[in-house]
């Protein structure tokens, strides 16, 4: 992806690994861009929508590899994004020198240098670049991008980033990124715990969700997962509390990266106690069966009937 000699950002060709909830929405935004997008998922019928919208694929990881000026993943773990660049069969031998790297995932900080020392030592650039926004904001293209690495590498990335997302923030060098997110998410996590909580107090107590929701947004009890995910069913429509709590971000990811949080926090011997307290509630939650179900239904904990 370069400037050509009118300053303009020219197409660029990407290859897109991981089609999951996030990446999915975000390779066909790159698509839509005018990208020529090639794209790889364990799950085929991800790929295959994606061809039927205007990607492409390959035969291999490596053939992809070799046709990119810019590499974007979006994976579930530090574990799945080391093997995909540095295992076995690993990327690493087939990525162009001066491809560009991005990686959307949300991973440990120590897996993002042993990754940038790398692929740094086979000439191709890299950025961590996590993301906020959720499901609704990778399909409408106004993700958060926080990103860590070289300067001149985030200023090559933008451009490719403000067509998946709407707020483009350098966190700072490599790892950066990795630390952004996880204290948004540990906030995150927090604020759906509480806000769920507090719901369910007042409709224990009589009061009508979607009322004690309106009385808490004009009031300072007002925080996004009230506003724009409320976990309440039926309070908002077009979020996963009102889909039985499917299709969105899961349980299991949150705990992932409220476990990131607190590892993070170890590192640095900081005081995270309501992280802490947040992990334990949902990882209670997905042990009693909501894994695979969104995040918002931690609501459903503190529902004394509880039903699934």
Not at 85 to 104: A, C, F, H, M, R
Not at 198 to 207: P, R, Y
Not at 249 to 261: E, H, R, S, Y
Request: glycine letters at 10%; one cysteine or more.
């Amino acid at each position: 992806m370069q400037n050509n000699d009118e300053g303009e950002v020219n197409m660029a060709n990407v290859s897109f690994f991981g089609l999951g909830n996030m990446g999915g929405p975000m390779a066909a935004n790159l698509v839509n861009a005018g990208h020529s997008v090639m794209v790889f998922d364990l799950n085929k019928e991800a790929i295959a929508d994606l061809v039927k919208q205007g990607a492409t694929t390959a035969e291999s990881v490596a053939d992809l590899a070799k046709h990119a000026d810019v590499i974007v993943s979006m994976l579930p773990a530090g574990k799945h994004v080391e093997s995909l660049y540095l295992g076995e069969q690993g990327l690493i031998d087939s990525i162009k020198p001066n491809t560009l790297v991005i990686d959307s995932s949300t991973i440990d900080k120590p897996t993002v240098l042993k990754v940038a020392n790398a692929l740094a030592a086979k000439d191709v650039q890299f950025v961590d670049a996590p993301v906020s926004g959720g499901v609704a904001g990778a399909v409408a293209g106004t993700l958060s991008f926080m990103v860590g690495g070289d300067k001149a590498d985030f200023e090559r990335a933008q451009p490719l980033l403000t067509d998946m997302g709407k707020n483009i923030f350098h966190a700072g060098a490599h790892g950066a990124g990795q630390i952004a997110k996880v204290c948004n998410n540990m906030l995150l996590g927090i604020l759906m715990a509480g806000t769920s909580e507090a719901l369910q107090l007042g409709i224990s107590n009589g009061l009508d969700a979607k009322t004690l929701s309106d009385i808490m947004l004009q009031s300072s009890g007002k925080n996004w997962t009230l506003e724009r995910y409320n976990p309440c069913p039926g309070v908002l429509d077009n979020v996963p509390s009102s889909n039985n709590y499917s299709g969105g971000f899961m349980v299991d990811l949150m705990t992932k990266d409220l476990g990131l949080a607190l590892d993070t926090a170890i590192d640095s011997q900081s005081a995270t106690p309501m992280g802490a307290l947040a992990r334990s509630l949902f990882s209670l939650h997905a042990a009693q069966g909501y894994g695979t179900s969104d995040f918002s239904s931690i609501f459903k904990m503190f529902d004394h009937q509880n039903k699934k």
